[in-house]
T-cell receptor, first 114, second 112 residues
Framework: QQQVKQSPQSLIVQKGGISIINCAYE??????FPWYQQFPGKGPALLIA?????SEKKEGRFTISFNKSAKQFSLHIMDSQPGDSATYFC?????????????FGEGTQLTVNP | NAGVMQNPRHLVRRRGQEARLRCSPM?????VYWYRQLPEEGLKFMVY????????ESGMPKERFSAEFPKEGPSILRIQQVVRGDSAAYFC??????????FGEGSWLTVV
């Protein structure tokens, strides 16, 4: 019930295209859903996050779509650039009972071809 | 990212030795988390600490692993009698309170 399932495992898109990464969760007590970006040899960096009281959040080229009834959320990267090539992790947490303990998806390796 | 300081960045230990990883949280952050990332895998929660207290250690292996966050100084993740399976990247993260946590650059442990 604590798992977060992420797909696809890897994704290749052309420059200028849309990258879409999906996550699904089981635990309805999760109330915070961040996405992290990780480059090789570096730590994860917070990209964007959403709470279940909204269905969409946009920051620049990055958008999170959230479907509470389906227990799914996704990351859309518009106008994908080669510099976006990285591993992306979705995560979820229950702030009230576990602080900021995050449960991560398995990651998606994104490659954006020039 | 740069605000959470971890050292060493890379550590090589022989089987049976001890590994000690240090983490200084961002200024003003009193919550520290340790995560482990095995090669080609996602991050797994290990332990959540506040100053002088372990809040949640449900992700820590029962043996050989320990963590502390003393009143003064950095948080320490200690792995005794390391084995090859301990080879991984260990990430520390901190938060002031609430959900937003910031990760350090990681400590890469290699056990030979």
């Amino acid at each position: 019930q604590q798992q977060v399932k992420q797909s696809p495992q890897s994704l290749i898109v052309q420059k200028g295209g849309i990258s879409i990464i999906n996550c699904a969760y089981e635990n309805t007590a999760f109330d915070y859903f961040p996405w992290y970006q990780q480059f090789p040899g570096k730590g994860p960096a917070l990209l964007i996050a959403i709470r279940p009281d909204v269905s969409e959040k946009k920051e620049g080229r990055f958008t999170i779509s959230f479907n509470k009834s389906a227990k799914q959320f996704s990351l859309h990267i518009m106008d994908s650039q080669p510099g976006d090539s990285a591993t992306y992790f979705c995560a979820a947490s229950m702030e009230e009972t576990s602080g900021s303990r995050l449960t991560f998806g398995e990651g998606t390796q994104l490659t954006v071809n020039p | 990212n740069a605000g959470v300081m971890q050292n060493p960045r890379h550590l090589v230990r022989r089987r049976g030795q001890e590994a000690r990883l240090r983490c200084s949280p961002m200024k003003g952050h009193s919550h520290v988390y340790w995560y482990r990332q095995l090669p080609e895998e996602g991050l797994k929660f290990m332990v959540y600490l506040q100053k002088e207290n372990i809040i949640d250690e449900s992700g820590m292996p029962k043996e050989r692993f320990s963590a502390e966050f003393p009143k003064e100084g950095p948080s320490i993740l200690r792995i005794q009698q390391v084995v090859r399976g301990d080879s991984a990247a260990y990430f520390c993260a901190s938060s002031p309170t609430g959900n937003t946590i910031y990760f350090g650059e990681g400590s890469w442990l290699t056990v030979v």
